[in-house]
């Protein structure tokens, strides 16, 4: 597709269950971000992808969360027993090289935990 | 370490109204910065960018200029519309790497 390709746009799921939320970047963008963004807050990193690896898990609340990029292209973001705290907006970005280009964002997938 | 501030939101404006939000930044060396604007029920897209001291990007009749000396890239518009009605987030990427760091965000509300 022409843009970063986000799915579910919407989660609704209840408290203890496992999410995965999935990113299909723009073709040929070697680096792949996740950031959420909470209501009335800011983007918060969670994690960027270089090809498949991840130099960078810094952003990563808890070891419930983990992500993982395959072929250089999708990325899954799971999280397992989700709680209410998880509740936000969780977005994906993609950039090509060279270093410091645009990074490209998706429509981002809105995750509810009840 | 590599870091954002931008100016506390909301800022109203009635249309045709001047428009500065303030960005400063932290950073070693020379980041990229960028400023991107998030308009209600759509994703984050890039307004405009820098690449080095005393570049001005522009677009959409925005305009911000890097500036080493006061570690800042200050959004302004000389007349808003009620369209410019967002959220806009600063943006600076450290140098040699992929890294992206967002300030909190400033929504902007204009009124006709």
């Known amino acids: 597709g022409a843009g970063v390709s986000q799915s579910p746009s919407n989660k609704v799921t209840e408290k203890g269950k496992d999410v995965e939320l999935r990113c299909d970047p723009i073709s040929g963008h070697t680096a792949l971000y996740w950031y959420r963004q909470s209501l009335g807050q800011g983007l918060e990193f969670l994690i960027y992808?270089?090809?498949?690896?991840?130099?960078?898990k810094s952003g990563l609340p808890s070891d419930r969360f983990s992500a993982e990029r395959t072929g250089g292209s999708v990325s899954t973001l799971t999280i397992q027993r989700t709680q209410q705290e998880d509740s936000a907006v969780y977005l994906c970005a993609s950039s090509p090289p060279p270093l410091n280009t645009e990074a490209f964002f998706g429509q981002g997938t809105r995750l509810t935990v009840v | 370490g590599n870091s954002v501030t931008q100016m506390e939101g909301p800022v109203t404006l009635s249309e045709e109204a001047f428009l500065t939000i303030n960005c400063t930044y932290t950073?070693?060396?020379?980041?990229?910065l960028f400023w991107y604007v998030q308009y209600p029920g759509e994703g984050l897209q890039l307004l405009l960018k820098?690449?080095?001291?005393?570049d001005k990007g522009s677009n959409k009749g925005f305009e911000a200029t890097y500036r080493k000396e006061t570690t800042s890239f200050h959004l302004e518009k000389g007349s808003v519309q009620v369209s410019d009605s967002a959220v806009y987030f600063c943006?600076?990427?450290?140098?040699?790497?992929?890294?992206?760091?967002f300030g909190t965000g400033t929504r902007l509300k204009v009124l006709a």
């Open positions: 992808f270089q090809g498949n690896s991840a130099p960078d």
């Open positions: 943006a600076l990427s450290p140098p040699g790497t992929y890294k992206y760091i």
């Open positions: 820098a690449t080095k001291a005393d």
């Open positions: 950073a070693t060396g020379y980041p990229s």
